[in-house]
């Protein structure tokens, strides 16, 4: 079964505005992480932004912000402004918890495209 | 600080070639990952290793594939015999197990023909 979903295989924003990109989850276990990376053209993964499953708050890193809703198992990373170095694959992952070794799972990705 | 470090960056080899992708986790990290990135079928989890003992290994596609973390600052992932089918992109990554983000190395990119 799929853990991690990724509904949009590509979005389109203009530059400068804000942008959504989904991702939702599946785990019976009441520890996990919840990560974006995002990966350029160049090829490079780069880590965003996390939340844990027991944060009371969104996470957030300047621009970016996690929006968690635990209840309906969604982890959605906001954009705010986005910038044309913001076009590339945007990829959701989950860590689940585990006293020896946590897998580590990624969703299909989201290839995002800031137009000027 | 240096990051995770993998070797080669770039690899072409003939069908049938024994190939050896390494790999260098962050100082202080203890549990290791390797996954695959093709266009087909995403990022996929091969295998992942913690405290130098492997975990889980039900991604490895088949005997043609063996990884090995003799120690905690290093880690191969060995094909043989390579086909082209495994012309893909293999990151290395790791973490702290007491922090939850992985770090990736910056890719072999492998091409069999």
């Known amino acids: 079964a799929q853990k991690i979903t990724q509904t949009q295989p590509g979005m389109f924003v203009q530059e400068k505005e804000a942008v959504t990109l989904d991702c939702t989850y599946d785990t019976s276990d009441p520890s996990y992480g919840l990560f974006w990376y995002k990966q350029p053209s160049s090829g490079e993964m780069i880590f965003l932004i996390y939340q844990g499953s027991y944060d009371q708050q969104n996470a957030t890193e300047g621009r970016y912000s996690l929006n968690f809703q635990k209840a309906r198992k969604s982890a959605n990373l906001v954009i705010s402004a986005s910038q044309l170095g913001d076009s590339a694959m945007y990829f959701c992952a989950m860590r689940e918890g585990g006293n020896y070794g946590q897998n580590f799972v990624f969703g299909p990705g989201t290839r995002l495209s800031v137009l000027p | 600080d240096a990051g995770v470090i993998q070797s080669p960056r770039h690899e072409v080899t003939e069908m049938g070639q024994e190939v050896t992708l390494r790999c260098k986790p962050i100082s202080g990290h203890n549990s290791l990952f390797w996954y695959r990135q093709t266009m087909m079928r995403g990022l996929e989890l091969l295998i992942y290793?913690?405290?130098?003992?492997?975990?889980?290994d039900s991604g490895m596609p088949e005997d043609r594939f063996s990884a090995k973390m003799p120690n905690a600052s290093f880690s191969t992932l060995k094909i043989q015999p390579s086909e082209p089918r495994d012309s893909a992109v293999y990151f290395c990554?790791?973490?702290?197990?007491?922090?939850?983000?992985?770090?990736f190395g910056e890719g072999s990119w492998l091409t069999v023909v």
């Open positions: 290793f913690n405290n130098n003992v492997p975990i889980d």
């Open positions: 990554a790791s973490s702290w197990d007491s922090r939850n983000t992985i770090y």
